[in-house]
T-cell receptor, first 117, second 115 residues
Framework: AQSVTQPDIHITVSEGASLELRCNYS??????LFWYVQSPGQGLQLLLKYFSGDTLVQGIKGFEAEFKRSQSSFNLRKPSVHWSDAAEYFC???????????????FGKGTRLHILP | DAGVTQSPTHLIKTRGQQVTLRCSPKSGHDTVSWYQQALGQGPQFIFQYYEEEERQRGNFPDRFSGHQFPNYSSELNVNALLLGDSALYLC??????????????FGPGTRLLVL
């Protein structure tokens, strides 16, 4: 069965510093991978997704993620964080029973990002 | 273009009661999925509806049921509420069969508290 592991429950970085959030997945075939962000009281917003092709994926808000098949990882990065980036970040893998790649999404438990002024 | 909308935003129920949550998909979408997000956890897939039928289901008891209407909107029903059903319930929609060109859009959720 597919699973997603986010090893860091909380991460604290200073404003302006670089950020890397870790994500490891377990999936038998080529995974469909996502990063979502959830601000307090808000729903989930898609930051970026990987389906195929270039393993370095650019997303919104200056985020990027790199798919590394050999390490079963899909880490999220940002070169310089802003105070508004404080939120909960979820890595997820899409499980498709058909050709539709978004049939069912399996989420990790999330990483809470704190920003120091 | 309205995104995914959910109602109500918050709800308080007592154990044993029944609750109905509602979701309107994003314009042009025909498939609705429901997720439960307990406090401090990632969302968990409950089930998905397409063409007014349950297309697939996660590991949730039969107390959780749903419905999809001809206009693609959906309801999530939970019977015999337990304290552990307290969570944020998220609805997501997509146009089925788009082979990855589309992605699921999530609504803001309904916060359910069971006392």
């Amino acid at each position: 069965a597919q699973s997603v592991t986010q090893p860091d429950i909380h991460i604290t970085v200073s404003e302006g510093a670089s950020l890397e959030l870790r994500c490891n997945y377990s999936y038998g075939a080529t995974p469909y991978l996502f990063w979502y962000v959830q601000s307090p009281g808000q729903g989930l917003q898609l930051l970026l997704k990987y389906f195929s092709g270039d393993t370095l994926v650019q997303g919104i808000k200056g985020f990027e993620a790199e798919f590394k098949r050999s390490q079963s990882s899909f880490n999220l990065r940002k070169p310089s964080v802003h105070w508004s980036d404080a939120a909960e970040y979820f890595c997820a893998v899409g499980e498709s029973l058909t050709m539709n790649r978004d049939d069912k999404i399996i989420f990790g438990k999330g990483t809470r990002l704190h920003i120091l002024p | 273009d309205a995104g995914v909308t959910q109602s109500p935003t918050h709800l308080i129920k007592t154990r044993g009661q029944q609750v109905t949550l509602r979701c309107s998909p994003k314009s042009g979408h025909d498939t609705v999925s429901w997720y439960q997000q307990a406090l401090g956890q990632g969302p968990q897939f409950i089930f998905q509806y397409y063409e007014e039928e349950e297309r697939q289901r996660g590991n949730f008891p039969d107390r959780f049921s749903g419905h999809q209407f001809p206009n693609y909107s959906s309801e999530l029903n939970v019977n015999a509420l337990l304290l552990g059903d307290s969570a944020l319930y998220l609805c997501a929609s997509i146009l089925l069969g788009t082979s990855g060109q589309e992605t699921q859009y999530f609504g803001p959720g309904t916060r359910l508290l069971v006392l």
